[in-house]
């Protein structure tokens, strides 16, 4: 057969059987080539691990098990710990533990405030009072639990907030990114025919408090970075706050006392009733100033249906700001506190502090001075007060007294019928023995214990009472008392808190943050000119607020020139940030 001929070629058509044959030769000897060079290597690649198990098994040992994946190691660990502490979930658990925290303290008694309710709550309940006490619930905010949460919640807010910083700044100091290259693509976009110079569109922009940057043929614009930093002046707030109420906790103090008409104060660790120091407070750190009460009026409705409410509270003190300081008179009123030197001194109550006369058995006096009452009756204030003489002789004397500022006989009994003092008169019931002052166990001076002491004479529940300057014999020849006048004692909270003017600040400038952050929307808005015809697009970078910025975005192209009916929402794809790259040569906007 003639070398020419294709039997495999149907009749009537011809073929290049030469260049054919040429083409499939080449193509299989290239494969059998290929073929080959893979079945080479196959064969080098098994007499290589054919030679290291041989040589494995040579010198007795195993072959090689592949390696595991190296663990975190410290510094690893280190590092996720701290994304996990600075991470926004974890400050989000830590100021919900922080309240959560704070829970106990306003359901227990705390040993800070209310030292008296604590002691209590252990006699009535000393089991449970126990197992509170081991967990600090009667110390919730000195607990170490408390400031190790408290600690964290700082640091985890710190590393949130101090990095996000240093981002906006960089942020601020980017310029806005070049115009896209299809403008009607992007969510608000606009066209329309016109000659618009690039300056007269930046100038435009830049009236509208737009950051421009302009390139060949474009205008970008962006502003609303004020939303960023109101977020992070928020934290930062915060972080302030908590470092105000820190810095109060350390070199801050409160204390309370008790003060009858005529009696003095000084600002010393020792006069107070109650002191609650700052753990950086001495008794040097005190503001050396004094004061002495010189009247105390308090003044009430007199008639109607809001009789014997309270109208005013008025404390005329005589205040030395200095031992050499000269004196200076002050009024002191509910909310309206003597300041001096930044330490503030507030009325907070007040009430009756009726005088006594006691002579003992001998014929001494034993006691003479006014008795602070505490009222029993807001509306009224019938006031119960006690009177312990342990100096009396020959056996210690104790008083229980009813007050009646305003006193009325109510068949045969005598109550108050005004908080005023305008018919005061007392009802004592005297007792006799063993004060137990002796004992060492702490006494309230408001509380009288009547185990070890005898009452004296026929007691009644509705005694004759007093009036002003009467006397009382006592049975079995203990003495007698005498109701000498009335005085009226204020309550006074003395507090220093070199924290309290930055906590304010602090939580204004939180306030500011979070307005920003809740009103200030983040936009761009890009213009192409060329060719006679301008295009405008619009994006808004902040969620949920595209209606709002269509409406703005209108304005925008009626200011460039545009109708504003033109402006559209196409139903383009989304824009990505490829879409938002910076263009060589781009260049500020001329002011």
């Known amino acids: 057969m003639s070398p020419t001929q294709d039997t495999g070629t149907p009749h009537g058509t011809t073929a290049k059987p030469q260049d054919g044959w040429q083409q499939d030769g080449q193509a299989r000897d290239g494969q059998a080539q290929d073929s080959q060079a893979q079945d080479s290597q196959a064969q080098d690649s098994q007499a290589q691990d054919t030679a290291v198990s041989a040589a494995s098994a040579a010198m007795g040992t195993a072959p090689r098990e592949p390696e595991r994946p190296v ?15 600075t991470s926004m979930r974890t400050a989000l658990i830590l100021l919900f533990l922080l309240a959560l925290g704070s829970v106990p303290g306003s359901l227990y008694p705390q040993r800070s405030v209310d030292p008296a309710r604590v002691a209590q709550y252990f006699t009535d309940s000393p089991t449970e009072a126990k197992w509170l006490d081991r967990f600090w619930l009667f110390d919730v905010f000195t607990s170490p639990w408390y400031a190790a949460v408290y600690l964290l919640l700082f640091i985890s807010l710190a590393g949130c907030v101090f990095p996000r910083a240093l981002q906006h700044l960089k942020e601020i100091r980017r310029r806005p990114p070049a115009a896209p290259r299809n403008l009607l693509r992007l969510p608000h976009a606009a066209d329309f025919d016109g000659d618009l110079s690039l300056e007269d569109a930046a100038r435009t922009l830049r009236r509208r408090r737009f950051r421009v940057v302009t390139g060949p043929g474009w205008v970008a614009a962006e502003k609303g970075y004020l939303r960023e930093t109101g977020n992070l002046l928020f934290h930062v707030s915060l972080l302030a706050l908590l470092l105000a109420i820190g810095l109060g906790g350390l070199y801050g103090y409160r204390g309370n006392v008790l003060v009858v008409e005529g009696d003095g104060f000084a600002n010393t660790v020792a006069a107070y009733d109650r002191f609650m120091p700052g753990q950086r407070v001495s008794a040097e750190s005190l503001t050396p100033f004094s004061f002495t009460l010189k009247d105390f009026q308090a003044s009430y409705v007199a008639a109607g249906p809001k009789a014997g409410q309270p109208l005013d509270y008025s404390a005329r003190l005589s205040v030395q700001d200095t031992p050499t300081a000269p004196p200076r008179d002050v009024d002191l009123k509910v909310n309206d506190p003597l300041d001096v030197d930044g330490t503030l001194t507030y009325l907070i109550g007040h009430g009756y502090a009726p005088t006594f006369r006691v002579t003992d058995g ?5 006691y003479d001075g006014p008795v602070p009452c505490l009222a029993d009756d807001q509306a009224t204030y019938t006031s119960e007060c006690v009177i312990k003489v342990p100096d009396a002789e020959p056996t210690q004397l104790g008083f229980l007294a009813r007050f009646l500022p305003t006193t009325v006989p109510n068949g045969n009994a005598w109550v108050s019928i005004f908080p005023g003092a305008a018919n005061p008169t007392v009802q004592v019931f005297p007792f006799a023995g063993d004060l137990g002052l002796k004992s060492g166990r702490p006494q309230s001076v408001y509380q009288l214990d009547t185990d070890h002491l005898k009452p004296l004479g026929a007691m009644s529940a509705q005694p004759t009472p007093l009036k002003v300057g009467e006397t009382k014999e006592l049975a079995d020849g203990a003495g007698k008392i005498q109701f000498t006048g009335v005085k009226e004692w204020i309550s006074l909270q003395t507090t220093y808190d070199p ?18 952050s809740l009103t200030v929307r983040r936009r761009r808005v890009w213009v192409r000119t060329g060719d006679g015809k301008v295009t405008v697009g619009g994006l808004t970078r902040t969620e949920g607020t595209g209606a709002a910025f269509a409406e703005e975005f209108g304005e925008i192209v009626t200011a460039l020139g545009g109708n504003a009916t033109e402006a559209g929402t196409p139903p383009a794809g989304p824009v990505g940030e490829d879409q938002e790259h910076d263009v060589p040569g781009a260049r500020p906007a001329e002011e």
């Not at 663990?71 to 502490?85: A, C, E, I, S």
């Not at 001998?362 to 034993?366: D, S």
């Open 499 to 516: 924290g309290r003017l930055p906590a304010l600040i602090a939580a204004a400038a939180a306030v500011i943050g979070l307005v920003l």
């Open 362 to 366: 001998k014929g001494q006096v034993a």
């Open 71 to 85: 663990g975190l190691g410290l510094v690893g660990w280190t590092r996720w710990t701290w994304r996990t502490l």
